[in-house]
């Protein structure tokens, strides 16, 4: 006899709400490198040093894990992708 009991369907991540804002100043927390997002330098280059302050320009989701992505852009004018534990906001 076969187990006939029908497959759970897998269900997607709620969303998680964003901790910060549109507009908002932040600190980098830690030295930030190209991942490929940026192919015209080299990989691993060095994009944003920890303690650079910045502002966030857009709140996105990843889509595979549905966490909040910061775009940030940054005082030396670079914009950077950031999860929530790469950044804090400037008091």
């Given amino acids: 006899m076969t187990d006939a009991s029908p497959s759970r369907p897998t269900l997607p ?3 998680r709400t964003p901790k910060y804002d549109w507009g908002q ?3 980098c927390l830690a030295d930030l490198y190209n991942d490929g997002s940026y192919p015209e330098l080299a990989a691993d280059t ?3 040093r920890a303690g650079e302050k910045g502002e966030i320009v857009r ?3 990843h889509t595979d894990t549905n ?3 910061y775009l940030v852009e940054f005082d030396s004018t670079r914009v950077v992708g950031c999860t929530e534990d790469e950044i804090a906001p400037v008091h």
């Fill in 67 to 69: 966490t909040p992505i």
């Fill in 25 to 27: 100043r932040i600190a």
């Fill in 13 to 15: 991540l709620e969303p």
């Fill in 59 to 61: 709140v996105g989701m």
């Fill in 46 to 48: 060095l994009l944003v």
